[in-house]
């Protein structure tokens, strides 16, 4: 009431309200320009390692106060790492304040609750300015994480006076109103299972690690190699995904066995056997196969080796992640996955420092980070099966054939499904435009790190647990993926056009454009992985094949049509399109299939019914 004026007349100095609506305030507005025009290009030629202290010459001295932004601090000081430690900090405090919520300890409560406003505070101000390093605030900052800090990790012995039979209720700070206190715990029925959050909360962890840094690759890459290159690039991935279909698929499955069969070490180890043979033997046949159609479709002698070795290297991590899967080791199926992105992100910045980026080198480096990777495990989490060649028997063979076939099936409309966008710009556009149009999707790839996280872990226990769990996993599934996916894909949409110029450089100005569609395709992709996953885990992988050549059709057919006339938007909107009728396929044969479920259930209980009664009558 009395700062109102106050208040009130800074709104209208900085002109927030304004006739469209609310506007950023003048003095950000000037910040953002700065920015633009001086700061972010400066950063840019020193992104990975920072310039220490300094502010570079090409920023004008009376300038370098406007930097006034806790991250491009970070970014000049370190690079991207230090920008990724500042996060990190800023996390850990919050998550441990969190932690604190309810704990009995008064003091602990309200020491939690304000470190983790600072923190959240020090997240939102830090775009505006350096607070962390404010004299007083800093000061405050300091005395608050280290209270919290003192507070976790003290440990007083003491001995119990008396036995505890139940501990009182706990009062702990909330923001959710008592009166829908019930519906939440209606809503707690349906949650996910303890050891189903764990372990997708260990894959969510290890694959955005492992996403990042395959995220890195791709700008490393974009800035390394001209766009030319990189279109080149990325054009022969996309053919490598289609190329390597039999590949990438052939390990599909060999975890929903390994999960079925967890207390027979013996049945384990002939399912690993044979998979192996047929692995090996599927890698020689494609690799045999795709060496003269790559010359024929133009392929020059480097950038087919680097074929070769991707489909050794696609092999290897898959083989190796489906095993550690179905074996419920998810931090070594993890590991080795951030492993082998981090060996080709440091593989292609080597490159790059002694100038010797090429489209070609990349694409090896590419596929041979799978091998390091697998060197680099071994010591520390060896394979725990092994292959044992009086193992492999053709009955054995034929089983695996007759659940892969599918699947099989599957990778080859998935290949063209996924990759066919990228494809048709290439040869319905320039090379340029496929460079843009890769730095867009590579963007947008980071919405599937949930949905994969919550598909990799649900696949192996509904596989143990059988049609008796489809309906509550499916409802816990999809609504742990929905609160995940939804909020991303729409920060995707808006931000997405904005952070391209920042991450990628100013060499892709047509990249912004199919953003937000793409966005809602991956968005629309991982709904459907989650749902995918749990079919498969019951030994239903004809669903997947079947939902995977209708979008394959659907964007072929959409792309083709769109692509000439309305460029890549076209190709965004005919990706999205197959995941759209991808998701709806998938769907009606979910709802027509849970009432059948639901009466096998009843058909169960009632002959274990009938077989307790007669064997009272008997006894």
């Known amino acids: 009431m009395f700062i109102w004026p106050l208040v009130s007349g800074r709104v209208d100095a900085q002109q927030l309200l304004t006739a469209q609506g609310l506007s950023l305030p003048e003095s950000m507005q000037t910040r953002i320009r700065y920015w633009n025009e001086f700061i972010i290009p400066a950063l840019s030629n020193n992104l990975w390692f920072g310039t220490g202290t300094l502010i570079p010459s090409t920023v004008p001295d009376k300038l370098t106060s406007f930097v006034d932004n806790e991250y491009l601090w970070a970014g000049f000081r370190a690079g991207v790492p230090g920008i990724l430690l500042l996060v990190g900090m800023l996390g850990v405090i919050m998550a441990a304040g969190w932690s604190q919520r309810s704990n009995p300890d008064p003091s602990r409560r309200a020491i939690g609750a304000a470190s983790l406003a600072t923190s959240l505070m020090l997240v939102v ?15 405050e900052i300091a005395m608050v994480v280290g209270l919290l800090g003192a507070l976790t990790t003290q440990s007083i012995a003491r001995g119990a006076p008396v036995v ?5 209720s706990v009062a702990s700070w909330s923001v959710i109103p008592r009166s829908i206190h019930a519906t939440l715990a209606y809503i707690r029925r349906l949650k996910p299972e303890a050891g189903l959050l764990r372990s997708s909360a260990v894959v969510f962890s290890g694959f955005a690690a492992a996403r990042a840094l395959g995220f890195l690759f791709s700008v490393a890459a974009a800035r390394i190699l001209n766009p030319l290159d990189y279109g080149r690039l990325t054009y022969v991935i996309a053919l490598i995904t289609v190329m390597s279909m039999f590949i990438s698929s052939v390990p599909l499955g060999l975890s929903r066995f390994l999960a079925r069969n967890h207390a027979d070490d013996k049945v384990q180890s002939s399912y690993f056997a044979n998979w192996f043979a047929l692995i090996a033997a599927v890698v020689i046949i494609s690799a045999v196969i795709a060496t003269p159609v790559a010359f024929l479709v133009g392929l020059n002698g480097g950038l087919v080796l680097g074929l070769l070795c991707n489909f050794a290297g696609i092999a290897i991590l898959e083989a190796y992640r489906e095993l550690q899967r179905g074996l419920d080791k998810y931090v070594a ?5 951030v492993i082998a992105n981090l060996a080709q992100l440091l593989g292609i910045i080597a490159l790059g420092m002694l100038r010797l980026g090429s489209a070609e080198l990349f694409l090896i480096v590419y596929g041979l980070s799978s091998v390091v990777a697998l060197a680099a495990m071994q010591p520390f989490a060896p ?9 492999i028997n053709a009955e054995r063979i034929k089983e695996i054939l007759r659940f892969v076939r599918p699947v099989l099936a ?7 499904w996924f990759g066919s966008d990228l494809i048709m710009v290439q040869n319905l556009m320039t090379p340029r435009a496929t460079g843009n149009y890769a730095v867009a999707k590579a963007l947008v790839n980071v919405l599937l790190l949930a949905p994969t996280a919550i598909g990799t872990a649900i696949l192996p226990r509904v596989a143990r647990l059988g049609d ?14 929905g609160a995940v996916t939804i909020p991303m894909v729409g920060m995707a949409a808006l931000l997405g056009p904005r952070l391209i110029p920042v991450v990628f ?15 809602v395709g991956m968005g629309i992709y991982g709904f459907y992985t989650v749902m995918g996953s749990i079919w498969v885990g019951l030994g239903r992988p004809m669903i997947d094949t079947i939902a995977t050549a209708a979008a394959m059709v659907a964007t072929v057919a959409t792309g083709l049509v769109l692509i000439p006339h309305t460029g890549l938007a076209g190709a965004a909107i005919a990706f999205t399109s197959g995941a759209a009728i991808r998701l709806v396929v998938i769907s009606a044969f979910t709802i027509a299939m849970l009432p059948t479920t639901r009466a096998r259930q009843r058909e169960l209980i009632a002959e274990e019914g009938t077989a307790l009664s007669l064997s009272r009558v008997q006894i």
Do not use: N, W
């Open 125 to 139: 101000l830090g775009a505006t300015a350096q607070y962390i390093t404010f004299a007083g605030l800093s000061q």
């Open 164 to 168: 505890v039979i139940q501990a009182a």
């Open 333 to 337: 199926m993890t590991a080795m996955y």
């Open 383 to 391: 394979i725990a099966l092994r292959f044992v060649r009086s193992e």
């Open 410 to 416: 599957q990778s080859l409309f998935f290949a063209v």
């Open 468 to 481: 008796d769990s489809v309906g509550r996993y499916m409802v816990a599934a999809i609504g742990l993926t």
């Open 505 to 519: 450089g100013s060499k892709y100005p047509d990249a912004g454009g199919p953003v937000a569609i793409l966005a």
